[in-house]
């Protein structure tokens, strides 16, 4: 709507202006011709002076007249609504421009402001930061000061000590300086005193011994002639004593077969006492007692009957059983060792000589229940030792070893004699390296077992049978391989567990099947457990 007060005249070209928008059917009116641009009065130029000026010179009538026309001209014209609707929203336009710059304007002043926020608290936390360096360094400046301060007061105090410690050991070398050469006085006058005695002394006495020589020569003469008197009067006397005794004494037979007799009694009963002594020992060792190397034993003893008759009585009592009842094994391994059970028993039967065995394999397959099941079924005692006890023995191995074979061959039932890892000490003498002691205990085990008895069976457990002496395999008759179980075994296992100790309460006297591997159950009682591969 500016053009139409003439506000912006200089904007248009004479002849006439573009039209607003919207109003393309409507001409502005022309301006006068001449007109310049800065309201200049017709007729007057650059170089023409200007007349007065007031409120009222610069103004231009025409803008007025161009108006009045143009209302006219619109109230004329049939689009004069759409025009002027269409300058009201140009205005309203032109304010959303301006009010979204001024927007603009303000979130910028805004960002401004925030920026020079953060700058001012950057500028800020700078400070505070070289401030607290400084106040840093200013403390440890002064905590350095401090430390030298300190120092240097322990410097001087310690410089003090030594000072004074010097100046006491120095009164102190002096003291003993002193005190050494006083005593050093007080001896060399002692002694030069003790010297003039001794002299006058020894003076006084040489003269009395020279005085009186004569009287102790005599008196020295005297006391040697009656010392020999008496001497040979002593060895006259005893020898005339022994040898009127003497012989009366080989003059009377009665007395000297007497003596004799007697004398030979005497060493008679010492030497018949020591060796049935000896003896007795031995003989109630064997019966009453049990080696040190054996572990444990089915053979009764006197003192164990005592202690444990119920379970004596019980075991006396008891009838033989299967070979192989409790004990799961393979049908190959269990036909083979129910042979052995029943040729041991035939044996035991016939009194003949026992076969020695070997079983090997793996750790917990049932080696050490099969030969206590052996032992019983052939009504044989058992006894069961380890091969790990006897290198600790020292040399007590090969007294130990003879004391355990002269057991065995007390018993009257007949022993199996269980030896469990065995391979620990029956190792091979010419390449393994091996104690004296092991050696003679070997050699002594060796020579016990040299040939077959009917007294006792030799039963080994290993888990290396390679490693045994080429002595000890002569000595072998027959070998087992004890292997783990298989599926079929182990199903069998478990079943008579869960029979035995789950769906039926475990009754005394019944045992539990023990094979398979070291993973087991432990069943009721201790000796015996349940094991799964």
Same mark, same amino acid.
């Given at each position: 709507?500016?053009?139409?007060?003439?506000? =912006?005249? %200089?904007?248009?070209?004479?002849?006439? %202006?573009?039209?607003?928008?919207?109003?393309?059917?409507?001409?502005?009116?022309?301006?006068?011709?001449?007109? @310049? #641009?800065?309201? @200049?009065? *017709?007729?007057? $130029? *650059?170089?023409?002076?200007? %007349?007065?000026?007031?409120?009222?010179?610069? +103004?231009?009538?025409? $803008?007025? !007249?161009?108006?009045?026309?143009?209302?006219?001209?619109?109230? #004329?014209?049939?689009?004069?609504?759409?025009?002027?609707?269409?300058?009201?929203?140009?205005?309203?336009?032109?304010?959303?421009?301006?009010?979204?710059?001024?927007?603009?304007?303000?979130?910028?002043? !805004?960002?401004?402001?925030?920026?020079?926020?953060?700058?001012?608290?950057?500028?800020?936390?700078?400070?505070?930061?070289? !401030?607290?360096k400084q106040h840093q360094a200013r403390a440890q400046y002064q905590d350095k000061l401090a430390r030298q301060r300190y120092d240097e007061q322990m410097r001087q105090q310690q410089l003090v000590n030594e000072e004074n410690l010097r100046k006491q050991e120095e009164s102190v070398q002096k003291q003993e300086a002193m005190r050494r050469a006083?005593?050093?006085?007080?001896?060399?006058?002692?002694?030069?005193?003790?010297?003039?005695?001794?002299?006058?002394?020894?003076?006084?006495?040489?003269?009395?011994?020279?005085? =009186? #020589?004569?009287?102790?020569?005599?008196?020295?003469?005297?006391?040697? #002639?009656?010392?020999?008197?008496?001497?040979?009067?002593?060895?006259r006397t005893a020898g005339m004593l022994f040898g009127e005794g003497f012989r009366a004494f080989v003059t009377d037979w009665d007395k000297v077969t007497a003596t004799v007799a007697g004398l030979t009694l005497l060493a008679v009963g010492v030497y018949s006492a020591k060796n049935a002594t000896a003896v007795a020992g031995r003989y109630l060792e064997a019966r009453l007692g049990k080696p040190s190397l054996v572990r444990e034993t089915s053979r009764l003893t006197v003192l164990e009957a005592l202690k444990h008759p119920i379970q004596v009585g019980k075991r006396l009592t008891s009838k033989a059983q299967d070979a192989l009842e409790g004990v799961v094994l393979s049908p190959q391994l269990e036909a083979r060792v129910r042979d052995i059970a029943i040729a041991t028993r035939n044996t035991k039967k016939n009194k003949s000589l026992y076969r020695n065995i070997l079983m090997y394999g793996p750790p917990g397959t049932g080696k050490t229940l099969f030969a206590k099941k052996l032992a019983v079924h052939s009504g044989?005692?058992?006894?069961?030792?380890?091969g790990g006890d006897v290198a600790p023995m020292g040399r007590e191995g090969v007294t130990a070893m003879h004391k355990l074979f002269d057991w065995a061959n007390t018993s009257r039932r007949g022993l199996l004699l269980f030896v469990d890892e065995a391979d620990a000490f029956l190792r091979k003498r010419a390449t393994e390296k091996i104690s004296e002691d092991l050696r003679a205990t070997l050699n002594a085990f060796l020579h016990r077992t040299?040939?077959?008895? =009917?007294? +006792?069976?030799?039963?080994?457990?290993?888990?290396? *049978?390679?490693? +045994?002496?080429?002595?000890? =395999?002569?000595?072998?008759?027959?070998?087992?391989? +004890?292997?783990? *179980?298989?599926? !079929?075994e182990r199903e069998r296992l478990v079943r008579m567990y869960f029979d035995r100790h789950v769906l039926k309460p475990a009754t005394e006297?019944?045992?539990?099947?023990?094979?398979?591997?070291?993973?087991?159950?432990?069943?009721s009682y201790p000796s015996t457990c349940l094991c799964l591969a």
């Open positions: 709507m500016s053009w139409l007060f003439g506000l =912006n005249r %200089g904007g248009a070209p004479a002849g006439g %202006g573009d039209a607003a928008p919207g109003a393309s059917g409507l001409s502005l009116p022309p301006g006068p011709p001449g007109a @310049a #641009a800065g309201g @200049a009065a *017709p007729g007057s $130029g *650059p170089g023409e002076r200007q %007349g007065p000026k007031d409120k009222w010179s610069n +103004f231009d009538p025409t $803008g007025l !007249e161009r108006a009045a026309k143009a209302a006219r001209e619109l109230d #004329a014209s049939r689009h004069a609504k759409d025009a002027l609707s269409l300058a009201q929203m140009q205005e309203q336009t032109l304010q959303l421009e301006q009010q979204t710059k001024l927007k603009e304007y303000e979130a910028a002043i !805004e960002q401004l402001k925030n920026e020079q926020i953060r700058v001012q608290a950057e500028e800020r936390r700078k400070t505070l930061s070289e !401030e607290t006083t005593v050093e006085r007080e001896m060399e006058l002692r002694h030069k005193n003790e010297m003039l005695r001794v002299e006058a002394e020894a003076r006084a006495r040489a003269k009395a011994e020279r005085d =009186n #020589a004569d009287i102790i020569r005599e008196q020295i003469r005297l006391k040697a #002639a009656e010392h020999r008197q008496t001497v040979l009067e002593s060895l044989m005692d058992y006894a069961i030792m380890t040299g040939q077959h008895s =009917n007294k +006792f069976m030799l039963v080994l457990a290993s888990n290396q *049978p390679e490693q +045994f002496d080429w002595a000890i =395999n002569d000595r072998i008759d027959e070998m087992v391989n +004890f292997d783990l *179980p298989q599926l !079929e006297g019944k045992q539990t099947p023990v094979t398979a591997s070291r993973n087991c159950w432990m069943a």
